[in-house]
T-cell receptor, first 114, second 114 residues
Framework: AQSVTQPDIHITVSEGASLELRCNYSYGATPYLFWYVQSPGQGLQLLLKYFSGDTLVQGIKGFEAEFKRSQSSFNLRKPSVHWSDAAEYFCAVGAPAAGNKLTFGGGTRVLVKP | GAGVSQSPSNKVTEKGKDVELRCDPISGHTALYWYRQSLGQGLEFLIYFQGNSAPDKSGLPSDRFSAERTGGSVSTLTIQRTQQEDSAVYLC????????????FGAGTRLSVL
């Protein structure tokens, strides 16, 4: 069975500083990887995805993520954080062999200091 | 076009009562998923529909939980004899077809069992 670990429960970052959120996955085959963001009281919005190809993927809102097979990681980055980036971020893995369901990490809550 | 719509947005019920949660997927999306988000368990998969059939019900926590989908569109998640541990946000997602496509999420139904 697949699993996802997000080691950081909370991260506080100053506005304008860079942000990196860690994600490690466990899956026996090539994973399909996703990052979603959830603002308070909202559903999940897709930031970016990795299915195959270039291991550095660009997403919305200036986010990017890099797939590293050797490290089983898919870390999310943003060079300069805005106050509106305060939210909870979820990494997820999906695979057809698992009934297409997504398995999520526990989430990382990002607080942005002015 | 409209996104995934869930109703009600909030539901307060008494222990032992039955509740029905509704999900309207994006028009034309053949796949529909239910997830549960709770403080103790994070985001958990419940059930997946492809058309009107449910090939994966592995996440339903007990036989008090059931779901159906009619006309390949609207889905209803029913919880019978609700318990306090059922209190959570129930999220619905839809995607366009087979394989691991992008899942688009609704805003969720927050269920509180008193």
């Amino acid at each position: 069975a697949q699993s996802v670990t997000q080691p950081d429960i909370h991260i506080t970052v100053s506005e304008g500083a860079s942000l990196e959120l860690r994600c490690n996955y466990s899956y026996g085959a090539t994973p399909y990887l996703f990052w979603y963001v959830q603002s308070p009281g909202q559903g999940l919005q897709l930031l970016l995805k990795y299915f195959s190809g270039d291991t550095l993927v660009q997403g919305i809102k200036g986010f990017e993520a890099e797939f590293k097979r050797s490290q089983s990681s898919f870390n999310l980055r943003k060079p300069s954080v805005h106050w509106s980036d305060a939210a909870e971020y979820f990494c997820a893995v999906g695979a057809p062999a698992a009934g297409n369901k997504l398995t999520f990490g526990g989430g990382t809550r990002v607080l942005v200091k002015p | 076009g409209a996104g995934v719509s869930q109703s009600p947005s909030n539901k307060v019920t008494e222990k032992g009562k039955d509740v029905e949660l509704r999900c309207d997927p994006i028009s034309g999306h053949t796949a529909l998923y239910w997830y549960r988000q709770s403080l103790g368990q994070g985001l958990e998969f419940l059930i997946y529909f492809q058309g009107n059939s449910a090939p994966d019900k592995s996440g339903l926590p007990s036989d008090r939980f059931s779901a159906e989908r009619t006309g390949g569109s609207v889905s209803t998640l029913t919880i019978q004899r609700t318990q306090q541990e059922d209190s959570a946000v129930y999220l619905c997602a839809s995607s366009s077809g087979q394989g691991v496509n992008i899942q688009y999420f609704g805003a969720g139904t927050r269920l509180s069992v008193l």
